[in-house]
């Protein structure tokens, strides 16, 4: 059996070949990337991968049982990118995809959601058994906005009173090893977030007991937000992005509490009391 990670350098993927690591033989393991030198270190087999490119794609999954399909980051070339790996993983014969989505994908205001559908639709017109883990958002997402909202004294946001159910990456990309390496997980959907949810004002109260220093939380427009971030120098599609993100967050479209990933760890998710111990203490490094 070989088991495939895209994307295996990225912040999640990597943290996904670790814990394949523990449950696998390390020659069971295929690390898919662009940066093949970089993929070196993950002490896997390594094989160049890139989205963009489909005439490397159906070679490069040759031989391989499972595939991770990792969503990509290119925003707006990911639909056509995730076809193009279904495509091929159909013509190398790979027998199961489990693919990261977005929580609550059909209901969803979030402007992310329609490349997932049309993930999800190509890989359910695929014949490839398939997995979906609809992954909420990332702790991690929050807590690297805490060392500029330390410099600024307050922390940023258009997400009202929205209830967030954030857990780190390292949460999702430990279930998603558990899932892949189970086979009675195939054609189940996923819903995943914490265990518990906070609002930006409780994440402010945190950031505030943890450091020390009085951080409130300012929640203002969309469209004053982005401006902020752009002239922060965040690039305009990732401003203009994260503000509506946040605006969609106000919407409790990040709230989820049927508790599927802590079901999956069995143990509970990662509390973002400790994920902002995480971020303040590499801040301070």
């Known amino acids: 059996m070989k088991i495939a990670i895209t994307g295996a350098t990225g912040q999640l993927g990597s943290i996904v070949v670790e814990q394949l690591k523990n449950r696998v033989s390390a020659d069971h393991i295929v690390a898919l990337a662009r940066n093949t030198e970089k993929a070196s270190a993950l002490g896997v087999e390594v094989r160049e991968f890139d989205y963009s490119k489909p005439e490397i794609l159906t070679g490069a999954l040759q031989g391989i049982d499972r595939l991770l399909l990792i ?7 990911r639909a056509v990118q995730h076809i193009n790996v279904i495509n091929a ?43 979906l883990l609809r992954n909420g958002w990332y702790s991690e997402n929050y807590t690297a906005s805490i060392p500029g909202a330390m410099g600024g004294g307050a922390f940023l946001g258009s997400a009202g009173d929205g209830k967030i159910a954030s857990a780190p990456r390292a949460d999702y990309a430990e279930a998603a090893a558990i899932v892949i390496t189970d086979e009675d997980n195939k054609g189940k959907t996923f819903e995943l977030a914490g265990d518990t949810y906070y609002t930006l004002s409780d994440l402010a109260g945190i950031i ?12 203002i427009p969309e469209d ?3 401006n902020i971030l752009k002239n922060i120098g965040l690039p305009d599609g990732l401003a203009l992005g994260l503000a509506s993100w946040d605006v969609s967050a106000s919407k409790d479209d990040l709230f989820d509490d049927s508790h599927e990933l802590s079901k999956i760890l069995g143990r509970p998710t990662t509390p973002i009391v400790e994920s902002v111990k995480m971020a303040l203490d590499l801040a301070s490094v």
């Open 71 to 77: 969503s990509g980051s290119e925003l707006g070339r």
């Open 89 to 131: 993983a159909k013509e190398a014969g790979v027998t199961w995809i489990v693919y990261t989505s977005l929580l609550h994908l059909e209901t969803s205001s979030l402007n992310l959601a329609g490349e997932h559908l049309a993930t999800e639709k190509a890989l359910k017109e695929s014949g490839i058994d398939y997995t």
């Open 208 to 219: 505030s007991e943890q450091s020390g220093k009085t951080i409130p939380y300012n929640n």
């Open 224 to 226: 004053e937000y982005a």
